[in-house]
Structures are given as structure tokens and as C-alpha cells.
């Protein structure tokens, strides 16, 4: 981390992109998109483009606000997002930064290009998240301990929990769970890696484009959690492998819909 006081530095002068907006049946035009999150994709950007690293220093509020043209309340709900996300850090007296956390970390290996709300990126995501999960369920189901069923079992049953009782928080922390679960099931540290970044990184998108809500196929989920579990526990690696690739590609539509939900109404 450069911990040395280094001059602010400036965004190109952009103005804030207008949010593409749906028309209603009664001609009404509608936002489709807050523009806090159009203000958190901007700065993603920009640390992307300018190739800062963490400890790096970024514009003030007040400078944002300006650049973008936009207000500073916009910009503040922006940085409280991405310092969430672990993507930048607020310091009181000394401004904003890039953070050096394990998030900052994380994306800079996975590649600091990954903009959360870019659908061609999410796209890429889910196919890497698809090839390593189809793998580690795989590996599972020949080399999963009892205990570590157990923790899928369990998992899966706090989704469902969650699920029947709508909370959400309580179903993303179980699916979380689930899938860390089977990924440590496969004994492949390397594995394990790779699919909790990925996740993380989806996370963003979540946290920045796409509201914690349940969608239409959240019961879905459930179902195709537990096909993904029986034939791991039936030592069944094809099958598993095809369960969390057909789940994969479930989520990826449903993020689709939802995009086009918002676009188009």
C-alpha cells in the first residue's frame, strides 16, 4: 500500500451518462437505473482506466460531484456502495482511496477491467464461474466427507429457510454457504479460490445492478441446490457436473430478465 499523501488526482472531464430510461404503456419514460449506481460504475472505471493500485488517492465528494455533474448526496451513496464492496475507502481528514482490503485484492488478481453493471463482463463471469463450478461439484462428488455433505446439507436447508420465509439476506448468506461448501468438498485449494473470488465479484453486480430481491426462480435455486447435492452424495461426478452447469445458466437467464425487466419494463 503507498501510504504517501499524493495530490488528488482528477477525472477526465465526462459528464455523468444519462440512464437509459423504458417507456411505459402510457407513454411515461422511467429510469431504470439510480444514478448512484450509475455514479459506482463511473469510478470503477476510472480506477480501471487510470490503473490505480490500492493506497491510490481519488477525487474528493466535491470534485466528483463536479466532474460528474451530479450532486455530492449521488456521489456519497456511490462511495458508501463501493467501500462496501470493498473497492474504496473513505478516510476521515484525508479523503478517498483505492482500498487495500482483501476485495481490492481480489479483483486487482481477477483483473481490475471488471465493471459490476457491464453485461459482456457478467456474461464472462458466469461462463468462468460455470467451468470452475462445473469441476469442483465433480471433484465433490468423489471426494466429499461426510461432514463436508453435512455442511451442503445444511446450507441447503437454510436456503429453503429462507426462501419460504422471504429472507433474503438469510437465503444469499446460505447460497453463499452452499456453494463455498461444495467447492471445499472437491479438496482443491486452488478451486476453492477461484470460485469464492468469482462469487465475490458477482456480489458486486448484485450490490450495484441488480437489488436483493428473490426473483421469480429463487425456488427454483433451491431445487437445483439439492439435485447438485444428492449426486454429489451419490458419488455421481457427470451428473453433478450437468446440475450446477444447468443451474449456472438458469441464474445467468434470470439476470437477463431482470435486466431487460428494467430496461424495458
Known amino acids: 500500500m503507498n501510504d504517501t499523501p499524493a495530490t ?9 451518462p444519462a440512464a437509459p430510461a423504458a417507456v411505459t404503456g402510457s407513454g411515461e419514460r422511467r429510469d431504470y437505473r439510480p444514478g448512484y449506481e450509475i455514479v459506482a460504475e463511473r469510478i470503477l472505471e476510472y480506477i480501471a482506466e487510470e490503473r490505480l493500485s490500492a493506497g491510490d488517492r481519488l477525487p474528493t465528494e466535491i470534485d466528483l460531484a463536479k466532474t460528474l455533474n451530479t450532486s455530492r448526496a449521488v456521489v456519497r451513496e456511490a462511495v458508501k456502495i463501493l467501500s462496501a464492496l470493498g473497492r474504496v475507502r473513505a ?31 457478467v456474461l464472462m463471469l458466469f461462463e468462468f ?57 472437491a479438496h482443491n485449494a486452488f478451486l476453492v479460490s477461484a470460485v469464492r473470488d ?11 445492478g441488480i437489488h436483493d430481491t428473490f426473483g421469480e426462480n429463487t425456488g427454483a435455486a433451491v431445487e437445483e441446490h439439492e439435485a447438485i447435492y444428492r449426486a454429489i452424495r451419490d458419488g455421481r461426478p457427470e451428473e453433478a457436473a450437468q446440475f450446477t452447469a444447468a443451474h449456472l445458466d438458469r441464474t445467468l437467464e434470470d439476470y437477463r430478465r431482470e435486466i431487460q425487466r428494467r430496461l424495458f419494463g
Not at 488528488?8 to 455523468?16: C, G, R, S, T, Y
Not at 469441476?135 to 466429499?144: D, E, H
Not at 455442511?151 to 429453503?160: H, S, Y
Open 129 to 185: 464461474r460455470r467451468v470452475q463450478e462445473m469441476a469442483a461439484s465433480s471433484l465433490a462428488a468423489t471426494r466429499a466427507t461426510p461432514s463436508e455433505l453435512r455442511a451442503v446439507e445444511v446450507a441447503i436447508g437454510q436456503c429453503r429457510y429462507g426462501f419460504a420465509h422471504g429472507e433474503v439476506d438469510v437465503f444469499n448468506q446460505a447460497d453463499e454457504d452452499f456453494h463455498a461448501a461444495v467447492a471445499a468438498a
Open 8 to 16: 488528488e488526482a482528477a477525472l477526465p472531464a465526462q459528464a455523468l
Open 91 to 121: 478516510h476521515k481528514g484525508r479523503g478517498l482511496f483505492v482500498a487495500d482490503d482483501e476485495g481490492m485484492l481480489i479483483t486487482s488478481r481477477w483483473g481490475g477491467f471488471f465493471r459490476p453493471v457491464d453485461i459482456d463482463h
Open 198 to 208: 468469482a462469487r465475490r465479484l458477482q456480489r458486486q453486480s448484485s450490490a450495484i
